[in-house]
């Protein structure tokens, strides 16, 4: 198994910036896709972003196009969420995940592997 501890998150005035991170602990970390989830108080779990075992492919929600970038470092067994423009909109709890297998998806029940989430504030 892989354990996920996220950090990073804070309150932000509207505009700013942030960069969420997720350290990974376990022995095949560079075999797993990634992603970043978020959810707000009585709404689903929505997907974010997600990037593969290599890091050479990436999806995002339509959402944070052009605003969040996702990355890796699997030497250092970390993926981070570098987020700018942000809006109150992105206010919500950032989970950090992981699959069993390289290729990345969209969906929430193919990742096994879940941090515990950091919150994002966007102040108005």
């Known amino acids: 198994q892989v354990q996920l501890v996220e950090s990073g998150g804070g309150l932000v005035q509207a505009g700013g910036s942030l960069r969420l991170s997720c350290a990974a602990s376990?022995?095949?970390?560079?075999?797993?896709?990634m992603g970043w989830f978020r959810q707000i108080p009585g709404k689903e779990r929505e997907f974010v972003a997600a990037?593969?075992?290599?890091?050479?492919?990436?999806y995002y929600a339509d959402s944070v196009k052009g605003r969040f970038t996702i990355s890796r470092d699997n030497a250092k067994n970390t993926v981070d969420l570098q987020m700018n423009s942000l809006s109150p909109q992105d206010t919500a709890v950032y989970y950090c995940?992981?699959?069993?297998?390289?290729?990345?998806?969209?969906?929430?029940?193919?990742?096994?592997?879940w941090g515990q989430g950091t919150q994002v504030t966007v102040s108005s």
């Open positions: 990037i593969s075992s290599s890091g050479g492919t990436t």
């Open positions: 376990g022995r095949i970390f560079s075999t797993n896709a």
């Open positions: 995940a992981g699959q069993n297998l390289p290729m990345p998806t969209m969906s929430r029940a193919l990742y096994h592997y």
